[in-house]
DNA sequence: TTGTAAGCGTTATCAA
DNA sequence: TTGATAACGCTTACAA
């Protein structure tokens, strides 16, 4: 019952299985360049003490961490989480460990954040959409630190991404929402600040809105936090609008299924009553009625991709390469022409 | 647009400065102990260079790493998201790093995490679930590695545990499903192979069919993977039976969602014609029509009060402590008085 | 096949 | 207030 009070070290083990320092590191990391029995002696000795690596000193001495960071907006946002879960599992088969951390959508936590895994020698980051001082990409150059961006395609952009157009997404699916013969249509968003996939999917929303000859004042936008309920008041909000909308464009499948939700408490129908859209395709898309018509986002493929490009980034076998992936409309029950306005 | 091909360090910061290694560590540690005029300089070298600590380094060299880790089964369950949340926002608040991995629910690979992230320098561990190898503990006590359980309460076990009464929970949830006047249930599980919380809930579920005098030979479990659509094809599974159950109690709100969306494509009336109740009150819960009957887990307190306890457990201002929360039933629409069974 | 010893980038002790 | 310098735990030439 006496708790050992130090931590042992490679020493420790060396000195136990009589042997140094040097012999102990072989057996750890390539075990066929030492013989079978003094290795044999040295795991019984690690096994015996508790030994684990100190990853610091490791990394230190082999100037290689196999590590890869990932910094998201928040892990609440099932559409991260459902990517990020598949980031990390490519990773994870080809021997990287992946650190997740997450920013709150907010650039200076973001910023503070990637310090803290570059500090913690990650050889690569992923990253959310483009928005963030340009000062950290030469930080991240100057520290020889690759990085990727997932979740929006920007072919002009400083870093590399793997995403969907989120703009002509939002157009497509804008202009399937006035093809039914929608003219007073409102905007539910995400907040605007520091996320480029808010402001690009506003933009396309905007895009399809003037390609059809409208005036794009008459578009009210209306920005909330994240949230099935902040969804359900900005649907309240817009509904009591003196000329309320006949379709409510969200930016995101919660945003849109929090408004179904107000839709149905106030005692409307969708879509008979108003449509709403979404954006995302999660499988509460699904689940709702009526099923509601979104963009689809090929989550867990960006993240495998990202994964993919990212490793290639960082072994140096390729300088990094942009991806777009098809992020189509579905079209769904929620969608339909407006009421007779009378 | 020369590359520096060196990552810089403190070393470089510091001729950079005029001044000696040591000075600078301070001006980054301890400023205050630093002249004005001194730190200006050193400072800007700082930022000139774009140097960067490293943290491996640092740790070995000052012993301690401010950093917490967390090994969840799965990044894409939205509670475990949510309490992740919460608890990495405690923990920044005091100036700790969290890192996340996750298991995909396999023992095997938790190991595994639970290695690196010691080996990492992680002070302290958040685990879920007591359900694991008792080697690891040891090797946990070698390493000087505080760790405690969340989301399963339980006193006598190795480890410290914030969470609730899984099993307690779901026996109150299922009398309220006997009181009225269900007498075939089938009960839809995860997978119980290392996961405690499903063991317990099961048993919960038993506890009230004893107490009833029912025969708890004629509860039918069937247990799957997470998912909603896993939860949709059980249900296809149970109605199937020869005499289908006229409730069907799900071990989360995630499949239980999947057993509605199913009952209303086979054209079933929830509770009418069966009742279907979840666990963990997701916001999924309330969205759903009819709205789901379910246990209320704390997720986010759970978050936060795991943070305040794992900190102080580290800094050793406690030995730990193991703490209950409340997880009380939700009755909703989704369950019901049987049909007439006739 | 194994051992010796020189780093790796910090922090911390002790002097100056 | 600052500077030398010895750890910290590991890897990796280079020798034996």
Redesign the interface.
């Known amino acids: 019952m006496s708790?050992?009070l130090a931590?042992?070290t490679l020493n420790d083990v060396a000195k136990a299985a009589g042997v140094s320092t040097a012999t102990v590191s072989r057996c750890l990391n390539s075990p066929d360049r030492v013989i079978d029995s003094t290795r044999d002696r040295v795991m019984q000795a690690v096994h015996e003490?508790?030994y684990?690596?100190?990853?610091?000193?490791?990394?230190?001495a082999s100037r290689r961490t196999n590590t890869i960071g990932a910094i998201i907006p928040?892990?609440?946002n099932?559409i991260f989480?459902?990517g990020?879960?598949a980031f990390?599992?490519e990773l994870r088969q080809s021997g990287y460990?992946?650190?997740?951390?997450?920013s709150?959508y907010r650039e200076d936590i973001e910023e503070e954040q990637i310090?803290?895994l570059?500090?913690?020698?990650a050889d690569g980051l992923l990253l959310i959409g483009h928005s963030r001082d340009p000062e950290i990409y030469?930080?991240l150059?100057?520290?020889?630190v690759q990085a990727l961006v997932a979740w929006s395609h920007n072919e002009g952009a400083k870093l590399h991404s793997i995403g969907f157009d989120n703009r002509a997404a939002m157009r497509t699916l804008t202009e399937s929402v006035l093809e039914k013969g929608h003219r007073r249509i409102a905007v539910v968003s995400a907040k605007r600040t520091g996320n480029d996939r808010a402001q690009q999917r506003i933009l396309g929303v905007m895009d399809a809105v003037a390609a059809a000859g409208m005036d794009s004042e008459a578009t009210t936008i209306f920005e909330t936090s994240y949230?099935?309920?902040t969804g359900a008041l900005a649907f309240d909000q817009l509904m009591a609008l003196a000329t309320p909308p006949t379709a409510v464009i969200c930016g995101n499948d919660v945003l849109a299924?929090g408004a179904m939700?107000r839709a149905?408490e106030l005692g409307l129908i969708v879509p008979s009553d108003v449509s709403i859209t979404g954006f995302d395709d999660i499988?509460?898309a699904?689940?709702?009625?009526p099923a509601l018509t979104t963009v689809h986002v090929p989550h867990r493929e960006m993240g495998t991709k990202a994964a993919r490009i990212l490793m290639d980034m960082v072994e140096g076998k390729s300088g990094g390469q942009t991806e777009k992936l098809d992020a189509d409309v579905r079209l769904r029950g929620s969608l339909g022409p407006p009421a007779d306005l009378s």
Chains 1, 2 share one sequence.
């Open positions: 708790a050992p931590i042992p003490l508790g684990s690596p100190n990853f610091g000193a490791r990394a230190m928040t892990m609440e099932a989480a459902r990020i879960q990390q599992e460990t992946l650190l997740v951390a997450s709150s310090r803290t570059v500090s913690r020698g030469k930080f150059a100057t520290q020889g949230g099935i309920e299924v939700k149905r499988e509460l699904r689940i709702v009625v």
